[in-house]
């Protein structure tokens, strides 16, 4: 994807709207992961350095649309309402709206964000409280070069997941140039991803550094894999992955099959798997996507044995009983909650021979200490897989890896994992589409 940087175009005294990923986990007003701002950072810091107006902007969480004078409820609370008795629902309806204008501006604003930015960047950055209001336009319209406004959460708006035109057009008129950094929220056709670019509101677009570099080494990883190229799959659903798992035994050697999902397969190959997590409806697409890879001369490997339980641990970090069986032994009482041992070397076997990997979707329920070990061993494999290009792609495969502290061991660990999956399924992404192509 031969999409122009930030290093393309000429930035100095030009208003720059960035789109960056502040979206991070947050606990009783505090940030507790900062990962997503020190990936943005780099970005940042060359705007400013170069002599430009920096606007940035970024979606918190899933709020009501707080600013907007009709508040809409969410999926639950929509629910929640429609089982009320007709002359009860009017009420509900406005004490969940009452409630949500209440938390959301402390529990999902971009403050705390902007105060650690500051303290960042020299105290050079400021906060508007709104997106396209009166404090928004005064704080941009007073910003000198080298200085930098954060605009309130997005989603405060509805026009920003609707895509709507004057939301576009005001949040456009912020900026001489735009560029997505975001590539969390990159698969998103929201307003400030793609469309204030779609409807030719901005004509200067660029990506800023992190998307470059998930360009740079997934899409080309994808694209033009030094082989043997093994991708390793994990998570519950199949139905998650159907385009993944196809488009990627069009371009790997090895496919590897774990995590919730690879019981669905084994059930498709004829095994009885107990409790274990199953989709049953994709049986029959199991069993193709297992004659494809041999029609193809693929290799798709799934888990030869399995580590079970009576139950799923409550809560979830619980101590629990556990052992281990061959695929073909499992007790119709218990179900499998990770690779076992023999697996586990089948899989790092053939992650250490490779030259390419990537990896989404643990290979069991990673965050208890006793069902981690296939996790682990995936992870480790690929720390020690000699001169290969290893990509972690975004989700839970890289909060195991930051957890299990091998992020240092990797290539590359995607701070995207929708948009990652998006990629591997050989999707064009909205807010990476939109942008100006290198001549």
């Given at each position: 994807m031969n999409k122009k940087s930030v290093t393309d175009v000429d930035v100095k005294g030009k208003r720059v709207l960035v789109r960056c990923d502040f979206n991070v986990p947050m606990k009783d007003g505090k940030i507790?992961?900062?990962?997503?701002?020190?990936?943005?950072?780099?970005?940042?810091?060359?705007?400013?350095?170069h002599g430009a107006k920096v606007v940035l902007c970024s979606h918190m969480g899933k709020p009501h649309n707080i600013f907007d004078e009709k508040v809409k409820l969410n999926k639950k609370e929509k629910k929640a309402v429609e089982a009320l008795p007709e002359s009860e629902r009017e009420k509900a309806t406005a004490e969940y709206i009452e409630k949500a204008k209440k938390s959301e501006p402390t529990k999902l604003t971009l403050k705390p964000v902007a105060d650690r930015l500051n303290q960042l960047l020299d105290n050079k950055v400021t906060?508007?409280?709104?997106?396209?209001?009166?404090?928004?336009?005064?704080?941009v319209a007073a910003l000198k070069e080298g200085e930098c406004v954060l605009l309130e959460n997005l989603r405060f708006y509805a026009g920003e997941e609707g895509?709507?035109?004057?939301?576009?057009?005001?949040?456009?008129?912020?900026c001489d140039i735009y560029v997505n950094d975001a590539?969390?929220?990159?698969?998103?056709?929201?307003?400030?991803?793609?469309?204030?670019?779609?409807?030719g509101l901005v004509k200067t677009a660029v990506c800023g550094f992190l998307i470059q570099k998930e360009l740079e080494v997934m899409a080309?990883?994808?694209?033009n894999p030094v082989r043997p190229f093994v991708a390793v799959l994990g998570g519950a659903k199949v139905a998650d992955k159907l385009n993944v798992i196809s488009n990627l035994l069009n371009k790997c050697d090895t496919l590897i099959i774990g995590g919730g999902m690879a019981y669905t397969f084994l059930k498709a190959e004829g095994y009885e798997i107990g409790k274990s997590l199953v989709d049953d409806e994709k049986l029959g697409y199991c069993k193709d996507m297992m004659q494809k890879a041999k029609d193809m001369g693929k290799k798709l490997l799934l888990p030869v044995d399995t580590v079970i339980a009576k139950d799923f641990p409550n809560p979830i970090d619980a101590e629990i009983e556990v052992k281990t069986v061959k695929v073909s032994e499992i007790p119709a009482d218990m179900e499998g909650l990770d690779i076992g041992e023999a697996s586990r070397k089948?899989?790092?076997?053939?992650?250490?021979?490779?030259?390419?990997?990537?990896w989404n979707g643990p290979m069991g329920v990673f965050e208890n200490p006793t069902l981690a070990k296939g996790t682990i061993a995936i992870?480790?494999?690929?720390?020690?897989?000699?001169?290969?290009?290893?990509?972690?792609?975004?989700?839970?495969?890289?909060?195991?890896?930051?957890?299990?502290?091998?992020a240092d061991k990797m290539t590359h660990i995607s701070?995207?994992?929708?948009a990652s999956l998006e990629l591997f399924e050989g999707k064009v992404l909205p807010g990476i589409a939109c942008l100006n192509d290198k001549d």
């Open positions: 507790t992961d900062e990962n997503r701002i020190m990936g943005a950072l780099p970005t940042i810091k060359y705007l400013m350095e906060f508007a409280s709104d997106v396209i209001g009166p404090d928004a336009e005064k704080k895509r709507d035109l004057e939301f576009c057009k005001k949040l456009a008129s912020y590539f969390g929220t990159a698969h998103r056709s929201h307003a400030s991803t793609a469309a204030i670019v779609e409807y080309d990883s994808l694209e089948l899989f790092a076997d053939a992650i250490k021979g490779a030259k390419t990997v990537i992870a480790e494999a690929m720390a020690e897989a000699k001169g290969a290009t290893t990509i972690i792609g975004g989700g839970d495969s890289a909060a195991a890896v930051q957890q299990l502290g091998f701070t995207g994992g929708g």
